[in-house]
């Protein structure tokens, strides 16, 4: 039997009619930047990038109780 390819993780972002909106493929830092790399729709392939300055802005958006919810869904159990 040949060996099975593992299958590369991707994180989907959906919609709320949980329609795929971007399928992430990778997230990798870039000199002092994030890069996430994907595609949206399924078909567009796109290059984000995310500076310190914007890490920031996007921890301001969150509170306690979120920052908690988003650490559980690490162990939470897909549906």
């Given at each position: 039997?040949?060996?099975?390819?593992?299958?590369?993780?991707?994180?989907?972002?959906?919609?709320?009619?949980?329609?795929?909106?971007?399928?992430?493929?990778r997230?990798?830092?870039?000199?002092?930047?994030?890069?996430?790399?994907?595609?949206?729709?399924?078909?567009?392939?796109?290059?984000?990038?995310?500076?310190p300055?914007?890490?920031?802005?996007?921890?301001?958006?969150?509170?306690?109780?979120?920052?908690?919810f988003?650490?559980?869904?690490?162990?939470?159990?897909?549906?």
């Open positions: 039997m040949a060996d099975a390819k593992k299958k590369a993780p991707v994180m989907r972002i959906l919609d709320a009619q949980d329609k795929e909106l971007m399928a992430v493929r997230i990798e830092r870039d000199g002092e930047n994030l890069v996430i790399r994907g595609k949206i729709f399924g078909a567009m392939p796109m290059v984000a990038k995310v500076t300055e914007e890490a920031r802005a996007a921890l301001k958006l969150l509170d306690a109780r979120t920052i908690l988003i650490i559980s869904l690490l162990f939470r159990k897909a549906k």
